[in-house]
């Protein structure tokens, strides 16, 4: 195979949607960091700053230590880096939820497949070897088929034509992740074969794209940039706001793939802003968006004021006059009031799309004081229904289904489950305006009396504000049994009754159900 090519600086890291719920299914971290190469390419100083970011984003994300395995320079070779993904592969059970981070050098290579040449976007082991786009595809595939959900995060290996955005100059603050072989760009067009062949699959329904969100950290025409001390501007800012710099935007209780990209973006353009002879690069997202990565803190409670107790005063000779400092003025404190019908399209976007769940209506309409729900409900996997409403006039959680009526919330596959049945009813009470109705079909119990609902008639429900929503949120992604000694022993122990009784996987629907006069 003949080629030519150029080098870029490139960090992935792949981790799991849905980490931030608490600890069922093992979470697993595989860290991969070259710094020293041979055979002539460069090194790369910023790579064990991104190491330690990539350390604090497992933590942030609910990954045990047990279960954080980093390898380093000379241990990643191609075949160690093969070796990496099948010792990963092989420790994954069912439903286990995964963070991969890659940090060196990326390619984009010129190779031969099936008879045709074309651009490759690879990996670069530290012995100056190929871990190419296809490769790289076929393992994650692999890996997706037993872990729940993927989200992957490039920084640097959509950077096509990246000489386009120098402006001249020079930055000695930053350095560019990019080094042509000779100073010949062999690729100036890459494909990036898991970005197209995500777009794809997302507009095919169960194909399994609502699990994955890819991030890259620039356009196809941008460069990223290092800096030297700290690491990957991308990375940082990304480790930044999944720490609690990002902002629930929409007061879901959830804070999105989106929202962190806006919050990361800021950052970038910051950081980047008076560097001489580079423009900010963009991050970009494909996928899911909406996958949510971390969860809202609720704002900071100011410290009650103390109230001096007066004293007589002393005479005392008089001072030299001296100008008071100017007291620090606080950050404003935003607070987005809760939003409950965005917390159930966050609990939605974190479905299991590959696990089908279409819920029907008898009527979209519904007239007040006349017309009941009436739905039909069916899943392509077993398990335990759960339909949480959120009225139209948005101020409570719903919980409809199971009820002190009826707890029998199990379906079968092939089975339509028609709700309500006949020992309970809902009738349209309003007010006029949309409805949302959120059908989960979980692998195991969700206990959502932990999130704080209570009895309301034969439901249950719980006024919406930002800690509610976070709980709610919480428990829609936890089994029940998240606390048991099956669930925290190795998952390689467990049968299949208790890969199932410990799973997160869930499948989802959300539908709007309109209240008229």
Known sequence: MKFRFPFLRCAIAVLAVGVVTPALAEVHALILTISQYQGGVPPLSGVQFDGKSAVAMARKMGVPEK????????????????????????????????????????????????????????????DADFFTDTELEQRLKKLSQKADKVVAFLDACHS????????????????????????????????????????????????????????????????????????????QAWRDCMEGAARDLDGSGGITADEIRQCAQ????????????????????????????????????KPPVAVPIPVAPTV??????????????????????????ATLADIYNRRDDRRRVELSL??????????????????????????????????????????R???????????????????????AQGPVGKNQLLAIVAD????????????AGPFSMIEASPASAKDIQLVSGASAYSGSAECTEDTRKRTLAVQKKCSNAFGAALVTVEEVD
């Not at 042509?180 to 970005?195: D, F, H, W």
């Not at 003025?329 to 939003?339: C, D, G, K, T």
């Open 444 to 455: 195991a119990p969700r206990e959502f009396g932990s999130a704080g609902l209570k009895p």
């Open 362 to 403: 008898a009527k979209p309409a519904l007239k007040i004081n006349k017309d009941k729900f009436e739905f039909t409900l069916s899943s392509s996997h077993p398990g335990y229904v759960y339909l949480l409403m959120v009225g139209s006039d948005g101020k409570t959680f719903d919980m409809i289904f199971p009820n």
């Open 67 to 126: 279960n954080i395995v980093q390898l380093r320079d000379q241990q990643l070779t191609l075949a160690g880096m093969r070796r990496a993904f099948d010792d990963l592969n092989n420790r994954l059970q069912p439903n286990d939820q995964v963070f991969i981070y890659y940090s060196g050098h990326g390619s984009r290579t010129l190779v031969r497949e099936g008879g045709a040449e074309r651009c490759a976007e690879s990996l670069v082991s530290v």
């Open 405 to 427: 009526l009826d707890k029998n919330n199990f379906i079968q596959v092939g089975q339509s489950l028609k709700l309500p049945r006949t020992d309970w009813e809902i009738v």
């Open 266 to 301: 800021g950052r970038i353009n910051f950081t980047l802003k008076d560097a001489e002879g580079y423009l900010p690069h963009n991050v970009t997202i494909a996928g899911n968006p909406g996958a949510v990565l971390a969860f809202s803190e609720p704002a900071p409670v």
């Open 160 to 235: 096509g034509g990246v000489t386009t955005r120098a402006v001249g100059g020079k930055a000695p603050a930053f350095s560019p992740k990019y080094w042509a072989k000779g100073g010949v760009e062999a690729c100036a067009k890459p494909v990036n074969r898991l970005t197209r062949g995500l777009n794809a699959n997302a507009k095919t329904a169960g194909s399994g794209a609502q699990n994955f969100v890819y991030i890259a950290a620039a356009r196809d025409n941008e460069i990223s940039l290092d800096q030297p001390g700290k690491g990957g501007v991308a990375t």
């Open 316 to 341: 005392a000779p008089p001072a030299p006059t001296v100008a008071p400092a100017p007291a620090p003025v606080p950050a404003p404190v935003i607070v987005v009031p809760p939003s409950p019908h």
